[in-house]
């Protein structure tokens, strides 16, 4: 969605898992193999890896169970050719070139998720830091729990925080707001010359 009020007109979402609810246009798939094969027909392709591997909210003696695939992901980013991003939870930021880390709070949202990215590209211009002035409305494995006070944010509350109305509680779990891409999309516009654009992304 981010992408879309960037400016982006055609959009595919890629999962190995069915995202029934996925606004825009979806394909079934591999994500990896996918842009193996049909990268060459995007502008820009946006990969979130999964973060089981990194996540504090994973066991520690369960992480190395799951795939560790943002180094094979920028590897075969690389081969096709094409602008990318990466993104992944704080955890990751290790295994990430040069990240960035953006939050909700930096965007006036009542959230406190901060996401790390890597670009492919020269970005023009950041935005300023956290603002963490008020308690955040958790949306994670850990909504049941605030900073100050044990309470579990309904499901309006995490929608309103994170500016998502089409989600379920466990997909909001894993997402990031619009407006991190959005921001991320109009920089990248903004130094193209031919627009319209098209982008692929990871759709978990």
Known sequence: MGYSRAGFTEIVGVDIKSQP???FQFV?????EF???FSAG????????????????????????HPALIA?????????????????????????????MLCGSMF?????RHRFFEVSWPLQSLIQNCQHGRSPVLVSGTHRRTYERRYEYSLADCRRAT??????????????????????????????????????????
């Open 35 to 37: 842009c193996a094969s």
């Open 28 to 32: 079934r798939m591999d994500a990896l």
């Open 108 to 112: 006036g949202l009542p959230l406190r």
């Open 21 to 23: 609810h996925y606004p």
């Open 163 to 204: 500016d998502i109305d089409w989600m379920t509680r466990q997909e909001l779990d894993k997402a990031i707001p619009p407006v991190y891409t959005e921001h991320i999309g109009r920089q990248w516009l903004s130094q193209r010359e031919d627009r319209p654009a098209s982008v692929t992304e990871d759709a978990s």
């Open 72 to 100: 094979v992901t920028r590897t075969l980013l690389r081969r096709c050719n094409r602008p990318f991003v990466i993104e992944n939870v704080p955890s990751a930021k290790r295994e990430l070139r040069h990240p960035f």
């Open 42 to 65: 995007f502008d820009l392709i946006h990969a979130s890896p999964p973060c089981e591997a990194w996540s504090q909210l994973t066991p520690r003696a369960r992480r190395a169970a």
